[in-house]
């Protein structure tokens, strides 16, 4: 089952500012929700573990991220895949766009692509698609957060 996301949102910081927040493990560990594990294994390569409850399915994700396209501060593309055990796998990409904005903020502007498989299909587009949708506006709010603390 494949999905695909896009939005913007507008932070606090400048450009540089969100650029560095975006390759701190740190903070995007803080950031994501349900990180346990996130380690930066080399300048554009990260492995992690998630643990996320999709309705009735509970799983924890173990998996790799890089780091493409990289044009600092203006962006990247993330593309990543992570096994779920019986729950599935999930695996996909994002562009991720940084763009100045009035008053020294910046608008973050990401397309997000995925795929899920296993029993995760099972549970429905829409369930999949709300729950992405409130994991990723959870992911923005608490890095809106983590720019604006510095």
């Known amino acids: ?3 695909t996301m896009n939005g913007e949102v507008t932070l606090p910081a400048t450009k540089a500012v969100v650029w560095a927040k ?5 903070v995007l560990k803080a950031c994501i ?8 294994d080399d300048d554009t390569h990260f ?3 998630v643990k996320v409850k999709l309705g009735p399915v509970k799983a924890t994700f173990r998996g790799k991220v890089e ?3 990289l044009d600092p501060p203006n962006g990247y593309r993330i593309v990543g895949e992570g096994e779920g055990g019986i729950a599935g796998f999930a695996k996909g990409g994002a562009k991720v ?3 100045d904005a009035e008053d020294g903020q910046t608008v973050l502007r990401y397309d997000v692509e995925a795929q899920v498989g296993g029993k995760l ?3 429905g587009a829409r369930l999949i698609d709300s729950v992405s949708k409130k994991l990723a506006d959870e992911f923005f709010a608490n890095f809106a957060k983590a720019v604006s603390e510095g």
Do not use: H, K, Y
């Not at 975006?22 to 740190?26: H, V």
């Not at 929700?33 to 930066?40: K, Y």
């Open 67 to 69: 780091l493409t396209e």
């Open 22 to 26: 975006l390759n701190d493990a740190e």
């Open 97 to 99: 766009v940084l763009d």
């Open 1 to 3: 089952m494949a999905m």
């Open 121 to 123: 299909m099972q549970l």
């Open 33 to 40: 929700p349900g990180c346990e594990q996130l380690n930066r």
């Open 47 to 49: 492995s992690a573990v």
